[in-house]
């Protein structure tokens, strides 16, 4: 997979209006990716801060997604510079930062994440320019990783306006489970209050021109066309543990249906 004509067709479409959906993975397992990765996703995000993954396992991962033409982001643990490099060296076409609470935080994080003059990460030979094999060519690439600010505390509110202003910065995403917490309604969505964040942070992204989204992991379709609908335009839509206990569920327990024992 070319990974910055993937890019590249991802950001033209966001900035026309368009929608980048993607999905998310917690489960460390190359067979796991391989399926998600042919699922028609723009992009899966491998999840280090949730998830069971090493950064030893990323290379099979990221291959197995590529199979798909789905481009590997990763939604990092703590953001440090060490980790950007290893997941970026690894193969990764971007990041998706958690619990971003201030722009200083978000430029610190963008700049570990570049080559320079861009940024300070440090410059080498690495699967994610085919060790050296394709050094040239990556070093655009490696200017400007995918970069994507999750908005999970009540906090970030307060100085989104920055956030967003911050260059490079190619989307936001609620996490609303975090959001929720740290307002003290954990989980609850429909409260006048959360719902009024959630408006706050649309229509300051709205102004600001930078897409929008919210991960959505229940994974029922009619609350996808909901977000889309309300102008979401980067949507993460569920995970793949989500995906499996929804579907794994034995359905005699759901169905009311007379088994009839064979006669001895």
């Not at 033409?69 to 076409?93: F, M, W």
């Not at 963008?110 to 003059?117: A, E, Q, V």
Request: aromatic fraction near 8%.
């Amino acid at each position: 997979m070319n990974r910055l004509k993937k890019l590249t067709k991802i950001r033209d479409n966001l900035k026309q209006g368009g929608l980048s959906i993607g999905s998310w993975m917690q489960i460390p397992s190359s067979t796991v990716a391989e399926v998600m990765g042919d699922s028609g996703y723009d992009w899966i995000a491998i999840d280090l801060e949730h998830g069971s993954f090493s950064i030893n396992m990323l290379p099979d991962i990221f291959r197995a997604l590529e199979l798909g033409d789905t481009l590997p982001l990763v939604r990092l643990l703590s953001g440090s510079p060490e980790e950007c490099k290893q997941v970026l060296d690894a193969g990764a076409g971007g990041v998706i930062i958690p619990m971003i609470e201030s722009s200083e935080q978000l430029k610190k994080v963008r700049d570990s994440c570049r080559w320079p003059p861009s940024g300070n990460r440090g410059v080498a030979f690495s699967r994610a320019n085919l060790f050296g094999k394709n050094f040239n060519n990556y070093i655009e690439e490696a200017q400007n990783p995918f970069l994507v600010a999750m908005i999970e505390n009540i906090k970030a509110v307060d100085d989104l306006s920055s956030i967003l202003k911050v260059g490079g910065l190619d989307a936001i995403l609620i996490g609303p489970y975090d959001l929720s917490a740290s307002m003290g309604i954990i989980s609850e969505f429909e409260n006048p209050k959360f719902i009024k964040i959630m408006d706050q942070i649309y229509s300051l992204s709205k102004e600001a021109g930078i897409p929008c989204g919210v991960h959505i992991v229940d994974p029922m379709l009619n609350d996808l066309i909901k977000r889309i609908e309300e102008g979401y335009r980067f949507l993460p839509y569920s995970i793949d543990s989500v995906f499996l206990n929804k579907s794994v569920v034995n359905p005699i327990n759901s169905i009311d249906i007379e088994i009839i024992k064979p006669n001895n």
